[in-house]
């Protein structure tokens, strides 16, 4: 139950088109959904992040959006740019406990 | 400017021979963490610090160990490292445990096991 399904594994996307990744979960006490972006050799990097009191967040070209009801939510990634290339892992928290990280996507932006 | 600094971000070491990695946080955040993160999987976590008080996951084994001598330093201790302990260890920070805090990543140190 503490588990976050994340999908693709991996991703291949044109420069200048919309990069998807999906995550799922099963714990509803988890109340705080963020994305983390990771670029070889580095840690990751809090890209965006939502709660389950809205449907949807966006910065700038970045988007989660976010299904309570069936317990899924996602990131939209518009206009994907070579720069973009990178491991996201979707990620779920509950009050007082410890992240749950998805297993991660592997995203390239082709020029 | 560094918030997470991780030293060394590379560390070679012989099978069996102790190894410490060290991390230091200029946040002054509450939480610790070390986690483990093999090639092309997501960071697995081996325990956390909030304030004084270690947490250690139920599946890390007994070869990691940890300590914090204060609030800005802590050390991850491998005891007798192995082959399968060939991975990047990541130090992380946050304000406390409630949700909505953000963690922090450092950049890692890269451990090899020869």
């Known amino acids: 139950q503490q588990q976050v399904k994340q999908s693709p594994q991996s991703l291949i996307v044109q420069k200048g088109g919309i990069s998807i990744i999906n995550c799922a979960y099963e714990n509803t006490a988890f109340d705080y959904f963020p994305w983390y972006q990771q670029f070889p050799g580095k840690g990751p990097a809090l890209l965006i992040a939502i709660r389950p009191d809205v449907s949807e967040k966006k910065e700038g070209r970045f988007t989660i959006s976010f299904n309570k009801s069936a317990k899924q939510f996602s990131l939209h990634i518009m206009d994907s740019q070579p720069g973009d290339s990178a491991t996201y892992f979707c990620?779920?928290?509950?009050?007082?406990?410890?992240?749950?990280f998805g297993p991660g996507t592997r995203l390239s932006v082709l020029p | 400017d560094a918030m997470v600094i991780q030293n060394p971000r590379y560390q070679v070491t012989q099978f069996g021979k102790p190894v410490t990695l060290s991390c230091s946080q200029t946040l002054n955040h509450n939480v610790m963490y070390w986690y483990q993160q093999k090639s092309s999987q997501a960071p697995k976590l081996l325990f956390h610090?909030?304030?004084?008080?270690?947490?250690n996951e139920a599946d890390t084994p007994d070869n990691f160990q940890s300590r914090r001598p204060n609030t800005s330093f802590c050390f991850l201790d491998i005891r007798s490292p192995g082959l399968g302990d060939a991975a990047m260890y990541l130090c992380?920070?946050?304000?406390?445990?409630?949700?909505?805090?953000?963690?922090?990543f450092g950049p890692g140190t890269r451990l090899t096991v020869l």
């Open positions: 610090y909030y304030d004084k008080d270690f947490n």
């Open positions: 990620a779920a928290m509950s009050q007082g406990q410890n992240f749950v």
């Open positions: 992380a920070t946050s304000r406390d445990l409630t949700g909505g805090n953000e963690q922090f």
